[in-house]
C-alpha cells in the first residue's frame, strides 16, 4: 500500500476467505447468528481495505491512522 498498489497475496486470501463463506451452510440458529454477524465485519473488511488503498492513492492517510 505504501506505492499505492494492493497486494495480490492479500486480495487472493480474501477471494479465498469468502470462497469459504460461500460454502458455509449455517444450520443452527447460534451459526445462523454467528455467520450473519461475521459476514458483516467481512464486509467491513474489505471496505475498509478498498478506502486504505485509494487514501494511498491519493497521497493520504485516513485520520484514524
Same mark, same amino acid.
Given at each position: ?11 487472493? #486470501?480474501?477471494? /479465498?476467505?469468502?470462497?469459504? =463463506?460461500? &460454502?458455509?451452510?449455517? #444450520?443452527?440458529? /447460534?451459526?445462523?447468528?454467528? =455467520?450473519? &454477524? ?28
Amino acid at each position: 500500500m505504501a506505492d499505492g498498489k494492493s497486494s495480490p497475496e492479500v486480495w487472493d #486470501a480474501y477471494i /479465498q476467505l469468502w470462497r469459504t =463463506y460461500y &460454502q458455509f451452510t449455517p #444450520a443452527t440458529d /447460534q451459526e445462523k447468528t454467528w =455467520y450473519s &454477524q461475521s459476514l458483516t465485519k467481512l464486509n467491513d473488511l474489505g471496505d475498509q481495505r478498498r478506502l486504505r488503498l485509494l487514501m494511498s492513492r491519493m497521497g493520504s492517510v485516513p485520520v484514524m491512522m
